[in-house]
């Protein structure tokens, strides 16, 4: 299986969540999108262990099976139909989980969470594991 973490899951990986060390564990390939990379460097940025979380991420995408993804054109499309369903039906998400999905939706992988937003998206396009 193919999975895509968002900020919440590795976060959670990191907690020692079982069921999201299993998800990694056995998946045959990981994707981690540009953003999410972001949001977590930002977050070490305002931390006391910017050195010890920076060397964390750095071994995780390292690793064969992690594939970290860039938004291209194409992703746009997708973004769009996510953001244009998303206010149709009311549920709320930021322009980050919407590029995360997107990027989800485009490489065809399920997208873990523990965001509570995404619980709301039923989007039927997008596969999610989504945790709380």
Known sequence: MKYMLDTTAYSELLRGHKKVGEVVRNADELYVPN??????????RLGNKQPENEKLLTRFVSNK??????????????FVNIAVFAHKTGVQLSSH?????????QWGVILVSFDKDFEHLSYEDLQLWVNN
């Open 97 to 105: 989980d919407i590029w995360i999905a997107a990027l989800a939706e």
């Open 65 to 78: 099976k992690v594939h970290v993804l860039l938004p291209d054109n194409a992703t746009t499309s997708y």
């Open 35 to 44: 953003v999410v990379i972001a949001e977590l460097e930002y977050g070490f």
